[in-house]
């Protein structure tokens, strides 16, 4: 099975920073890589997928980057409604998640 | 606009059985795989089963393998999961999630809202 190891588990962060979460795998899952937003109380929304593909309608100041075992979610410029969870998710065998990143403000 | 509606949750004593059902609109369901992931109170993601779009194709997670099965209906635009000797760990929010390929193995563009299963005595 694929394990996948996000980091950090809790971010804080200020309006307007530049953010940075990684996410690894445990073998080598080529670009087969989404990012996902989980905001409360609410289900998760598609950002990114083959690792830096955005999806239709996701603000320009998120990408993704990474193959292999390694990978990485940017938020070039952090908005009021950016403060969420992120999870990574394997899908080069089966699926699994990251156990998520909260970002926070700090 | 694709729809999502999962029904059927509710509270269940260990070792009882339950029929989780996700009706699918807005789309061409029966050109999409689909999957159940489910969230724990307060945990992560976890995706628990998938079949594709001609239910030719099924896969499950290890935990609930033999206890659990997905079907489809695509005449009635239905995903369902049968969950049978019920654990408290299966506790969760089960979330009906459509692929954006009809096999599987891409990522996942809509989510429902959820339906919640508790396993308790």
């Known amino acids: 099975d694929i394990q996948m190891t996000q980091s950090p588990s809790t971010l804080s962060a200020s309006v307007g920073d530049r953010v940075t979460i990684t996410c690894r795998a445990s073998?080598?899952?080529?670009?087969?890589l989404a990012w996902y937003q989980q905001k409360p109380g609410k289900a998760p929304k598609l950002l990114i997928y083959?690792?830096?593909s955005l999806e239709s309608g996701v603000p320009s100041r998120f990408s993704g980057s990474g193959s292999g075992t390694e990978f990485t979610l940017t938020i070039s410029s952090l908005q009021p409604d950016d403060f969420a969870t992120y999870y990574c998710?394997?899908?080069?065998?089966?699926?699994?998640f990251g156990q998520g990143t909260q970002l926070e403000s700090k | 606009e694709v729809q999502l509606v999962e029904s059927g949750g509710g509270l269940v004593q260990p070792g009882g059985s339950l029929r989780l059902s996700c009706a699918a609109s807005g789309f061409s369901f029966d050109d999409y795989a689909m999957h159940w992931v489910r969230q724990a109170p307060g945990k992560g993601l976890e995706w628990v089963s998938g079949i594709n779009y001609d239910s030719y194709s099924t896969g499950y997670v290890d935990s609930v393998k033999g206890r659990f099965t997905i079907s489809r209906d695509n005449a009635k635009k239905s995903l369902y999961l049968q969950m049978n000797s019920l654990r408290a760990e299966d506790t969760a929010l089960y979330y009906c999630?459509?692929?954006?390929?009809?096999?599987?193995?891409?990522?996942?563009?809509?989510w429902g809202q959820g339906t919640l299963l508790t396993v308790s005595s």
């Open positions: 073998q080598n899952i080529r670009t087969w």
């Open positions: 999630v459509k692929d954006v390929d009809s096999g599987g193995n891409s990522q996942f563009d809509h």
């Open positions: 998710q394997q899908y080069h065998s089966f699926y699994t």
């Open positions: 083959k690792a830096s």
